[in-house]
Each structure stands twice: as structure tokens, then as C-alpha cells.
């Protein structure tokens, strides 16, 4: 029951807070947020489950009695509550927790009107976010898939900036025609799979996939379908990742979003993304993937060089952040394509180290931003000298973003290079790894620009506010983030044998093995 639990309390909490005064929101909020932090390190601590979710040959971990009970019956397939997870959804929702927790100690200071309504939002998105990582029946994780974008929608829309209005109607577009692609999508393979199954259990649908019980439906062959169905759910999980093109809402809902918000999005919600692809695309459809491996593999180096090009355009810090989370997926992609142990392990792990570090980033500039009161890079010089924690944790992170060794984002990236790079089913695998790899030659080159200019030199501000030292609530969980970051690349085993275990069958199935 504990993953029931873990929903409850940031459920039942994030009412609690929305009842209590607004002076005693940010503290009531970051208790209960203390509950699923908590019990997620606890079921990392306990995890003994082998395999994937996906597969039959899987060991579910911290499966409630609960799992199996029809909610909800249409027709021939029922609807169940079935929440489980592996050593690929648990250590995101490990990030989910910390990443919630850490977000509303960092909300203290910048958030200063309608706190209730803040931080029950913040716990709302919670809940449904540790349900996307835990269900796997479809309708009830489309539930809470889609139960992300209203606390995201309104965070954005009445906290935001300036243009906080049209950044969330962007947001909400985009998503929900997302959406509504991939369900569409998904409802092509149930259409295909009448018949054979009886629930929309994941596992189930995804095993009678792989023992070709697709049929063709209308003029479709189920070949064809499978290749629309795998398509169709592409373009609405690359909507949520973000893939260029469709990466336009990102850096708006980043700039105008609260930091605490930015924290949130850029570290759990582009994850739903690429985990999402590699739960229903890359495990489901793993012939399709590998039919179109040289196409998905171009998109992913488009969006890594595509992305680094535009942050080294920006002179926010925060767009420069942003427009670099757009870079770093492209890599999760190019990873996952590859269908090599390293290649599939080491995007998952890149999900993980991607999460902690933006989540630094992004934490740090909010710092500097309630410091300073401006975010633009030729407005501010010589930091260093009147902020040095602040800069030098944004030092740390921008190099744990550059791929500097003993911190997470060197052994992800090298994971996916040494997973890409012998990717026997890419053709020229080496050029798109060689070309990817180039991408962090471009992420130097705005990272250490931007350090230049902002944190080092004479002092200069062109604001009238005087610079006074963080509070300790501010500084503190960028100190926590660090600590994850070099923890991970230091010992990556620590997460990566786990992620490991679970992504084998995917390659074994890939490669024509059994489910």
C-alpha cells in the first residue's frame, strides 16, 4: 500500500494546505511533502523487484491487494487500478518527491500572495505525478497525466510573470493536443488488439504486441497500424519531452513561470515525456523503432545541436537554461533508439541526472533573481564577489551540465555515447554519436559565456536593489541538489544497476527475444 499512501498524503495534503492561512502554508506544505519524500527513499532503500513491468517475466515491486481491482468496466476491457514499479519509474519518483519538497522550501521567498492555493497546487501536481509513474493501467495513468497539466497550467497562469497569461494558454494548447494525438494513437493498437485483450493493463497489451496478435483493422494491415499507432503516439509524447519542432511552448512557460515552477517542469514534467516514449513507443512497438531508428536518431541530433544553438542566442539566464533542457532530451532520444544496454540505460539515467541538474540551475537563478532583480546576462557583472555561493553552485552546475567527470551528467552522457556508438540496428551510428558529442562542445560555449559575463569581473548591476545575502532556505537545497549530483556521478551504480535490470528484457525484445 505504500504507493497508495505516498498518492494520499500529497492528495489529502494538498487540500489540508489549501484550507490552512496563508503565513503557514509554505511550512504546513513542505511537512507534508516530507511524507512522500520519506516513504520513496524508503521504497529505494527496499526495492526488490527484477525485471521490467512490461514483461511477464517481471517481479513487481510494492504491488498493493489493491492492484487488479476493476474500477471501471466498458465493454470487453475493464478498467483497473494496478500501480507497481521498476528500476525505471522508481527513481523517478524519487525525483519527483525531492524535486517537490526542495521546490516549495525555494518558494518561501518569492511566492508572497495566494501561498494556500501555491503550495496545494504544487501538492496536487504531486500526487498525479508519482501516478504517472506507478500506473499501468492506460486509462487511470491518462488520468493522472492529464491531472499534471491543470496545477501546472495554473501555477504558470496566475503566479507567472508579465506574460504569464500566454505562456499557460500555449502551454495548455500544446499539451492537449498532444494529448489528444497519442490517445488517438493508442487507440489504434486497442482497435488492432480486439479480441485479445481483456483489460487496458500496459503489460497485457504490451505482451499481446509482442505475440503478433495484432490484426489489421479497416484498410490498415497491422503492420501499418502499428507504424501510425507508434507515429501518432511519438508526436504527442515529443510534444511533452520537448522535440524540436514542437518545443516553442517551453522556454515561454519557463521564463514566466516562478522558479519554484520552472524547477518542477523542467526536472519531473519532461520526463513524463521520455518515459512515456519508452514505456509505449520503444517497449511496445520495438520493430517499428527500429525500422524508423535512422529518422528518430536525426530528430534527436537536430534537437541536441538545434537546442545548444539557441541557448548560445540568449542572454536570459533563464531562456539559456531552458532552451539547454530542449538540448539534453535530444539526448535521452538518440539513447533510447540505440536499444543497446548503455543506450536505453544510460537515457534513463540522463532523465534522472537531467532532473537534478536543472533543478539546480534553475534554483540558482532564482536566487540570484530575488538577489538582483534581473535575470539578463549584460545587466550584471562580477557576481562572484557579492553572491559566491550562489555562483559558485551555478559554477558546479554548469559544469555538471558540460559533462564534467564525478558528477551525473558525465556518466549519463557517456552511457548514451558508449550505448549510441554501438548501436548495431543505427546505421552510421558513429557520425550521429560524433555529431552529438558535439553538441557539448556547444554547451560549453554558452555555459562558460554566460559565467563570464554574469558571474565574474568588475561589479556591475544595472538595478538599484543592493545585494544582501540569501536566506538560509534559499541556499539550502541547492546544497542538497549537488550533493545528488555528485553522489550519482561518483557511484552511478547506485541507480544505474537497477535501471539496468529493468531495461534488459526491452533489448532482449528488441533483438527478437521473448516478452
Known amino acids: 500500500m505504500i504507493i497508495e499512501a505516498l498518492l494520499a498524503v500529497a492528495l489529502v495534503g494538498g487540500f489540508a494546505v489549501l484550507l490552512a ?76 518527491t525531492i524535486l517537490t519538497t526542495l521546490a516549495i522550501v525555494s518558494a518561501w521567498t518569492p511566492i508572497d500572495e495566494r501561498q494556500s492555493q501555491f503550495y496545494a497546487l504544487v501538492l496536487f501536481m ?56 497519442l490517445f488517438v494513437g493508442f487507440l489504434g493498437l486497442l482497435a488492432g488488439l480486439e479480441g485479445s485483450i481483456t483489460s487496458f493493463a500496459l503489460p497485457e497489451i504490451s505482451q499481446a504486441i509482442h505475440a503478433d496478435q495484432l490484426q489489421s483493422v479497416g484498410p490498415f494491415s497491422a503492420e501499418e497500424l502499428a507504424t501510425i499507432s507508434f507515429f501518432a503516439m511519438f508526436a504527442g509524447f515529443a510534444v511533452k519531452v520537448p522535440i524540436v519542432p514542437v518545443h516553442t511552448w517551453l522556454p515561454d512557460a519557463h521564463v514566466e513561470a516562478p522558479t519554484p515552477v520552472s524547477v518542477l517542469l523542467a526536472g519531473v514534467l519532461l520526463k513524463m515525456g521520455t518515459y512515456a516514449l519508452l514505456r509505449f513507443n520503444f517497449t511496445m512497438l520495438p520493430e517499428v523503432a527500429a525500422a524508423n531508428a535512422e529518422l528518430i536518431a536525426v530528430i534527436a541530433v537536430i534537437s541536441i545541436l538545434y537546442g545548444a544553438m539557441l541557448a548560445l542566442a540568449q542572454r536570459d539566464l533563464k531562456r539559456i537554461v531552458a532552451y539547454s533542457s530542449v538540448s539534453s532530451m535530444g539526448y ?26 536543472s533543478g539546480l540551475l534553475f534554483m ?69 554519436t560524433a555529431a552529438a558529442m558535439f553538441g557539448i562542445v556547444v554547451v560549453a560555449g554558452y555555459l562558460l559565456a554566460a559565467m563570464q559575463k554574469s558571474l565574474f569581473g568588475p ?46 528484457p526491452i533489448i532482449e525484445a528488441a533483438n527478437g527475444g521473448g516478452a
Open 126 to 181: 504531486e500526487a498525479a505525478l508519482i501516478g504517472v509513474f506507478t500506473q499501468l493501467d492506460f486509462f487511470v495513468w491518462f488520468v493522472f497525466w492529464e491531472g499534471v497539466l491543470v496545477p501546472m497550467v495554473l501555477l504558470i497562469g496566475v503566479w507567472g510573470g508579465p506574460r504569464r497569461k500566454y505562456a499557460a494558454i500555449k502551454f495548455l494548447v500544446y499539451t492537449n493536443v498532444a494529448s489528444a494525438v
Open 364 to 432: 540558482t537563478v532564482g536566487v540570484i533573481y530575488n538577489t538582483t532583480h534581473t535575470r539578463m546576462v549584460g545587466d550584471m557583472s562580477g557576481l562572484a564577489d557579492r553572491m559566491p555561493i550562489a555562483s559558485w553552485v551555478f559554477v558546479a552546475g554548469a559544469f555538471g551540465y558540460m559533462g564534467l567527470p564525478l558528477m551525473s551528467g558525465f556518466a549519463a552522457e557517456l552511457f548514451v555515447f558508449i550505448g549510441a556508438f554501438g548501436a548495431a540496428g543505427l546505421d552510421y551510428s558513429p557520425v550521429f
Open 459 to 504: 561589479f556591475e548591476l544595472a538595478t538599484d536593489y543592493e545585494i544582501g545575502r540569501a536566506p538560509f532556505h534559499d541556499v539550502a537545497p541547492l546544497f542538497v541538489l549537488l550533493g545528488l549530483i555528485v553522489v550519482l556521478g561518483v557511484a552511478p551504480d547506485v541507480v544505474f544497476n537497477m535501471v539496468e535490470d529493468a531495461t534488459q
Open 21 to 96: 492561512p496563508n503565513r503557514l502554508a509554505g511550512k504546513l506544505a513542505f511537512g507534508i511533502s516530507l511524507g512522500p519524500l520519506l516513504g520513496s527513499l524508503w521504497m529505494f532503500w527496499q526495492f526488490d523487484g527484477d525485471g521490467n513491468l512490461m514483461f511477464d517475466s517481471a517481479a513487481r515491486s510494492f504491488e498493493s491487494s489493491l492492484s487488479g481491482t476493476t474500477v471501471l468496466s466498458m465493454g470487453p476491457w475493464d478498467i483497473q487500478w494496478l500501480a507497481a514499479v521498476d528500476g525505471i519509474s522508481l527513481p523517478l519518483v524519487v525525483l519527483s
Open 332 to 357: 535521452v532520444i538518440l539513447g533510447l533508439v540505440a536499444y543497446t544496454i548503455y543506450g536505453v540505460g544510460g537515457a534513463t539515467f540522463q532523465m534522472l541526472s537531467h532532473g537534478l541538474i
